[in-house]
């Protein structure tokens, strides 16, 4: 059974910088499409960022265009989300999702990912 756990959420001042890891154990990353997804309190839960076992990626929601960036290290089973010019916005749960066979147009579908992290919490004050 895959597990997926992520680290690196915190407070941070608006403008400021993180990068989470989602570190998975029980299998290896390979494979999988990898996802990236946050929850704000009362809000659901949306796709930020996606990225295919082939590298291709997915932007899944507009406001994070230019400031969040995606990235696999498959030899350390590691995904990652990098950052930059956070908004207070941005302040949420995020996290990790893994799923095997799915495209593209779907990566940023929270419904099609059977492995979820427990998830890192972000806040940015202003």
């Known amino acids: 059974q895959l597990r997926l756990v992520e680290s690196g959420g915190g407070l941070v001042q608006a403008g400021g910088s993180l990068r989470l890891s989602c570190a998975a154990s029980?299998?290896?990353?390979?494979?999988?499409?990898l996802g990236w997804f946050r929850q704000a309190p009362g809000k659901e839960r949306e796709g930020v960022l996606g990225?295919?076992?082939?590298?291709?990626?997915?932007n899944c929601t507009d406001s994070v265009k230019g400031r969040f960036t995606i990235s696999r290290d498959n030899s350390k089973n590691t995904v990652y989300l990098q950052i930059s010019n956070l908004k207070p916005e941005d302040s949420a749960v995020y996290y990790c999702a893994a799923a095997s066979l799915i495209t593209v147009t779907t990566m940023c579908l929270k419904e099609w990912y059977p492995y979820w992290g427990q998830g890192t919490r972000v806040t940015v004050s202003s």
């Open positions: 029980g299998g290896t990353l390979d494979p999988y499409t």
């Open positions: 990225i295919s076992a082939r590298d291709e990626t997915a």
